[in-house]
């Protein structure tokens, strides 16, 4: 036998000894990227020497709801509930030949392993020994580097934007990537998702996980959830959330940065609802610096809405909702570079020495450029009239972007019986933000709409044996750079230059801002579908808890991308001679491309694309099929 063949073989060996003392030892967990959205609860019951209490009753109750959990301890005194609302809880233990033992005020948060050991002591059932203070908010039963922002936090402290997962960052080693794109003029951020992109430890925005109920909410690109303002709405809506940044188990698969885990308000026995209106205004504001002389541009950003909940059932069926509207108009101030009015009658700088305009040259105007120029404004009164010995000039503008949203949630909770719970959970995003372009003379708009609805029931076969199934979709919509009104140079047929185009193209020059047609910008259609479903079973062995379950997820990619015409002006304006302009120049052919990605967790992606559009209406692509294999 080779010694190849022999290392194999011992490796067998060894490996089939380990996993028999395995086994023996308590069972074998398989824990294949399942995970649980609530908390559990978990200890020792002894009496006052240390010594296990076998079959004492565990009643864990969650004072919000009064939904009442009970389990039995085993044979040597453990006991285990998984899977239970964040809240606030009060345990009752009893047992024959001993005193009843409660404990109150508990908090569980969110995907919390807490542990919670109680010592009872001799006596009747009817005595009672209460313990008022809260056990200590330590997680013995979990090495994960965590922390929680519970629905206070999120309500007190200054939010701007009311983006609950900014708050992310109150944990050590998050940040929030520092000059993020805009969502506005060509919404390169689109492309990339919306949302507020973070850093964990300095991995990449599009490496963290965000979870509603369970769900995974990213987008298409992976990216963090948030609509087209940017914001990831909804804060009145969150009860808590734990951010968890490393050491995290494998029920938190498919991430290697953080993991967002959220988990939405639900109904209590007493009537609870909120009310809130914010207004932000100009008025409120000092002028930019790059802001156009006059007044200050109109900045104003309004977010009302409300949340209620209740029970239907006492005891049994609970509701919960709430609404969130933003209606803002935030301008973006900025420079442009347009051509003089001296440049645009063929009088052109001529740079001698050090001096770039050190005498002007004469040159004859195309006729066909002239209509082109018209692109570039140039207000009466301006520097761009009344500049001499100038071939650009520099003005500001203000151009506003306007948005509106509406964000809505929905929970029901409903207790079937002692044995089982069901759930279920809904939220709806949508709205558009509009911007012209920096010239003003084209407004184009993205658009934006999410959706999630899950359902999950906890059935306890007995009290060693609970297991949970949880169901859910992920749908978001994004349109990137839709053509919405131009002024009348912007949508001037007779300037297009591309076949099919109704508007001229984009122009671009080196010193010059670029010129952009209505319909001038490259446009996508961001289409993206999750089905996802997930089994968690927790099972009981003596002092040990065995987790196992198992996740899929389906995922359907749909985009189509038009890209734009281009046209590029070969040199600056100060150089130009515009009698010798030729236009069109070069640019890009309009088009159309689709792709379809569909894979799931299987690691298979199929993708059928299109490649680079032909110049010719008479030339099709043909479409191919590849197999990607995703790490």
Known sequence: MSIAARQNDLALRIGAIMLALFVASGGLACAAHAQAVGASLSGLITDERG????????????????????????????????????????????????????????????????????????????????????????????????ATVDSTTMRELPLNGRDWTSLATLEPGVTSIPNQAGTGFSANKGNRGFGN?????????????????????????????????????????????SVLTSNYTAE??????????????????????????????????????????????????????????????????????????????????????????E??????????????????????????????????????????????????????????????????????DQKISDKDNLSASYFFDSGPL??????????????????MASAEETHIFNPQLVNTIRLGVSRVRGDINLPVSGD??????????????????????????????????????HRWTSGQAYDDAFLNRGTHTIKFGFAFERMLYNVTARPSSTHSLRDTVSKLRLGKASLPGTFKTIGACVRILRSTWACVMRSRHCPKMPTTESRKSRPSQTVLRRE
């Open 51 to 146: 010594g296990p209490v076998p079959g004492a009753t565990v009643s864990i109750k969650n004072v919000g709801t009064g939904i009442v959990r009970e389990v039995t301890s085993n044979g040597d005194g453990f006991y285990s509930a998984p899977n239970l609302l964040p809240g606030t809880y009060e345990v009752r233990v009893t047992a024959q030949g001993f005193q009843t033992s409660i404990q109150k005020d508990i908090q569980l948060t969110v995907g919390a392993q807490q542990a919670l050991n109680l010592s009872l002591k001799v006596g009747q059932l009817n005595q009672t020994v209460q313990v008022s203070a809260a056990p200590p908010d330590v997680q013995t039963a979990s090495s994960t580097i965590s």
């Open 197 to 241: 992109q973070l850093s964990d430890a300095g991995h990449r925005a599009n490496e963290n996980s965000y979870r509603v109920n369970g769900i995974s909410i990213n987008d298409y690109s992976n990216g963090s959830p948030g609509g087209a303002t940017g914001l990831n709405l909804g804060v009145d809506g969150i009860q808590e959330f």
């Open 252 to 341: 938190y698969g498919h991430t290697s940065g953080a993991v967002i885990n959220a988990i939405t308000k639900s109904g209590v026995n007493d009537f609870h609802g909120t009310a809130f209106f914010f207004d932000r205004d100009k008025i409120f504001d000092a002028k930019n610096f790059f802001d156009p002389a006059g007044p200050i541009p109109p900045f104003r950003r309004v977010q009302f809405g409300g949340s209620g909940g209740k029970a239907l059932v006492k005891d049994k069926t609970f509701v919960y909702g709430t609404y969130e509207g933003v209606r803002q108009n935030q301008p973006l101030s900025r420079s442009i570079r347009v051509p003089t009015q």
């Open 343 to 412: 440049a645009r009658n063929g009088m052109l700088c001529v740079a001698s020495g050090g001096n770039p305009c050190a005498s002007l040259t004469s040159v004859a105007v195309d006729p066909k450029v002239v209509p082109y120029l018209a692109l570039w404004p140039c207000p009466s009164g301006s520097i761009c009239q009344t500049a001499t010995n100038l071939d650009i000039a520099t003005l500001n503008v203000s151009l506003p972007g306007i948005s509106k949203e509406n964000y809505a949630t929905g929970r029901v």
């Open 434 to 451: 509009t911007q012209p372009d920096p010239l003003l003379n084209a407004t184009h708009s993205v658009f934006s709409r999410r959706q």
């Open 488 to 525: 009348t140079v912007a949508t001037n047929s007779a300037l297009a230059v591309a076949p099919g185009a109704k508007a001229p193209p984009q122009i671009g020059g080196a010193g010059l801002t670029t010129a952009i047609g209505l319909g001038g910008l490259n446009r996508f259609l």
